[in-house]
């Protein structure tokens, strides 16, 4: 079952100590990276999706993470990237949420593997954990992070 | 105090399940006992039996979209035991949700 779950984090997709003040800057970061890996085909459809979802209700959640996440037919495996800002910033114009983690999110439209959306909820749910947290604001180590996020089995 | 809710977000990969896993923890700081049904990206799991819905106290509804299965919980809506929030709340603002349920 691991193997698989690999996958879905890439270490290359992992971006800690970031100076970005914008969201748009954030997925503009995450999205090349992804085209750039292979995790999708092209960036416009993919950043589309994420940009409706969010104009849908920001994906900005509190404890200073924001999910920005898309399905689209762009996204040729589930994935997730991640980016630590060094400064807390304001995720969405008019609204007070700031953030300081960001987890991109990219699915599939038609998904059949369901150990990768799997993996997706648990780290989700893994946020809520104040400590798991604390980890991921004070790393400084890319290393550190990716053996982090695949813990949560 | 006996729990049962529902979460479910329009692209169901993330707030869907954080907002599961954020009602099951206030519940458990509580005492309370909860069960949570998903309607998310790998469909409906944990789904809710009516005799379970039937005897819980309080139902919590934190979706922002349909969902399936919607006449379950007819009785408890005419009964005023459903409370309906967004995802977004139940993470945000678990303990708050949980205090305005308690108050139906």
Not at chain 2, 87 to 101: F, Q, S
Request: aromatic share 8%; with cysteine; net charge negative.
């Amino acid at each position: 079952m691991w193997i698989s779950l690999k996958d879905v984090i890439n270490k290359k997709m992992i971006f800690l100590q970031q100076n970005f003040a914008t969201r748009d800057e954030v997925l503009h970061v995450l999205i090349d990276s992804a085209l750039q890996n292979g995790l999708i085909s092209e960036q416009k459809p993919f950043l589309q999706a994420v940009l409706d979802r969010e104009a849908n209700v920001p994906t900005a959640i509190g404890y200073q993470i924001a999910i920005p996440h898309g399905k689209s037919d762009a996204v040729k495996q589930p994935f997730i990237g991640f980016l630590q800002a060094k400064q807390d910033f304001k995720w969405t114009e008019g609204y007070e949420e700031e953030v300081k983690l960001v987890f991109l999110i990219g699915v599939p439209k038609e998904n059949e593997q369901n150990i990768h959306l799997k993996f997706i909820s648990r780290l989700s749910k893994k946020l809520l954990d104040d400590d798991f947290r604390t980890k991921l604001l004070e790393s400084t180590d890319v290393e550190q992070v990716y053996q982090l996020l695949n813990s949560i089995y | 105090m006996k729990i049962v809710a529902v979460t479910a977000c329009p692209t169901g990969v993330a707030h869907t399940y954080m907002a599961q896993e954020a009602l099951e923890k206030e519940c458990q700081k509580r005492g309370y006992e909860i069960q949570v049904e998903t309607q998310g990206s790998m469909g409906i799991e944990n789904e809710l039996e009516q005799d379970v819905i039937d005897e819980a106290d309080v139902v919590i509804l934190a979706v922002a979209i349909r969902i399936d299965g919607e006449e379950r919980f007819e009785e408890k809506m005419d009964n005023g035991k459903v409370l309906q929030i967004e995802p977004a709340d139940a993470i945000k603002h678990p303990g708050e949700v949980l205090d305005r349920a308690e108050k139906l």
